[in-house]
């Protein structure tokens, strides 16, 4: 246990008979992101936070090129975690790239969980055809060199972008120090990863209630995303925030907790 709490530096708190609630991060990002979040569940559940291996304070030496060179390896890690810590009914909540990470885990282990709550979900980021994911190829394109070229040149650029809500320039900023905290070669990989990724025939598999969460003036998972993932996850619910941007955890913590709360009391 010990070697798979370590390795996704795994936080436990709150309620240990309550329902267990799995947080999981989004690119660039760790645990922190949830903290105005996370606490409001601990009254009443088992809340667990952990760190994508090559975020965070998780262990960089248990980083594998091939097997974090698709999703399945971090869904992989995440089954891992509930099974070590004997959970099941599990409420999943997943911001960003971590809800096709969702999707995978629990097709992994259908056993474990209870329900799935989608903050920002895109299941391919490239159009194609008919479908609208919000980039173009070579937008995707552009966005990796660049990485590539200049990391901490990258984060600031982009950060303030994905963040939106121009006028507290303070969110931008956290999320531009947390990309910029991340190592840049995993950061590459990871990146690599997610925006070319395409997980659509993977959405139809979801057989537990979920919650998709969609934000205005998202760039990252503009609304026909979330509109595409609810259409996609059979009896899925879709809820409109006010909020803007892509990461309303931080942005909007209290209209996301109350969207959590009515769906998980529903």
Request: proline share 6%.
């Amino acid at each position: 246990m010990a070697n798979v709490l370590t390795r996704n530096s795994v936080t436990v708190r709150g309620v240990p008979s309550g329902r267990p609630m799995v947080f999981a991060h989004g690119f660039g990002c760790d645990q922190e992101m949830w903290r105005f979040v996370a606490p409001d569940f601990e009254v009443d559940h088992k809340v667990v936070l952990f760190d994508h291996v090559g975020s965070g304070r998780s262990d960089l030496g248990a980083y594998d090129p091939d097997k974090y060179g698709s999703l399945e390896g971090y869904a992989a890690d995440v089954v891992d975690v509930c099974r070590e810590l004997e959970l099941s009914v599990v409420v999943f909540v997943v911001h960003s790239v971590s809800a096709m990470i969702g999707v995978l885990a629990c097709r992994r282990a259908p056993e474990l969980f209870g329900a799935l709550v989608m903050i920002g979900p895109s299941p391919r980021y490239v159009d194609d055809g008919d479908y609208v994911g919000g980039f173009s190829r070579t937008d995707i394109a552009g966005l990796l060199d660049s990485l590539d070229s200049n990391h901490l040149g990258w984060s600031a650029q982009i950060a303030p972008v994905i963040m939106g809500n121009a006028d507290r320039p303070e969110l931008a900023e956290e999320l531009t120090n947390s990309f910029c905290r991340t190592d840049p070669g995993i950061a590459r990989q990871f990146a690599r990863v997610t925006f070319l990724s395409d997980n659509r025939a993977d959405l139809a598999s979801v057989s537990v209630p979920t919650l998709v969460l969609q934000c205005s003036s998202d760039v990252i998972a503009p609304e026909p995303v979330g509109t595409y993932v609810h259409e996609h996850i059979p009896g899925s619910v879709l809820v409109h925030l006010e909020a803007t941007g892509h990461c309303p955890n931080l942005s909007a913590p209290e209209e996301t907790t109350a969207a959590i709360r009515s769906f998980l009391s529903g």
